[in-house]
């Protein structure tokens, strides 16, 4: 299995500063992803974050708003960028190991004023 | 795309009786199957994992799951329900192949345990 951390745990942001979200594995996973889970709701994921080169985000999700990097196997970050009170959630940070078990962060947890 | 849903967003059991929390999948091709786990203000935990071996698969804390192909189903189930079992509960569900397929979850089933 793999644990995740992430920092910071919580944060209460401004209108129209930038966040970033670091996520750190315990051991080598193939495939890391990053997930916005909005108050109430689900899982929507954002983007898979490719080690070394740009990440492969979802419709609804561009890099300029969440750019991520992935310099090593085991550590990624995501920014939330010019942020507004509709990027108040929950984001997690999962990784893969094998061919299908996935594990996840505690999660970060971000109120925009 | 592969999908997944449960029915009911919430469930209320009391401590002692069963707990049956439903989730279908949408695929003609048995895909890999998953129950995650989310305690208050904390992150996701996998309970179980169906990837073809067993069809019913034991988790941790007494949870399992059956899968069943002719009903397209893969309902968690646990005999007795602790107070400890009150959280929220994913399904989600992945394509078979390589390692690169993405995980896509259910609305979740929040479960309440009455004393």
């Known amino acids: 299995s793999a644990v995740i951390s992430q920092k910071p745990s919580r944060d209460i942001c401004q209108r129209g500063t930038s966040l970033t979200i670091q996520c750190q594995v315990d051991?080598?996973?193939?495939?890391m992803f990053w997930y916005r889970q909005q108050p109430g709701q689900s899982l929507t994921l954002i983007a898979t974050?490719?080690?070394?080169?740009?990440?492969?985000?979802e419709s609804g999700f561009v890099i300029d708003k969440f750019p991520i990097s992935r310099p090593n196997l085991t550590f990624s970050t995501l920014t939330v960028s010019n942020m507004s009170p509709e990027d108040s959630s929950i984001y997690l940070c999962?990784?893969?190991?094998?061919?299908?078990?996935?594990?996840f962060g505690p999660g970060t947890r971000l109120l925009v004023l | 795309a592969q999908s997944v849903t449960q029915l009911g967003s919430h469930v209320s059991v009391s401590e002692g009786a069963l707990v049956l929390l439903r989730c279908n999948y949408s695929s003609s091709v048995p895909p890999y199957l998953f129950w995650y786990v989310q305690y208050p203000n904390q992150g996701l935990q996998l309970l179980l994992k169906y990837t073809s071996a067993a069809t019913l698969v034991k988790g941790i804390n007494g949870f399992e799951a059956e899968f069943k192909k002719s009903e397209t189903s893969f309902h968690l189930t646990k005999p007795s329900a602790h107070m400890s079992d009150a959280a929220e509960y994913f399904c989600a569900v992945s394509d078979r192949g390589f390692g690169n397929e993405k995980l896509t979850f259910g609305t979740g089933t929040r479960l309440t345990i009455i004393p």
């Open positions: 051991s080598q996973v193939t495939m």
């Open positions: 974050a490719n080690q070394g080169s740009e990440a492969t985000y």
């Open positions: 999962s990784g893969r190991q094998g061919w299908e078990t996935q594990y």
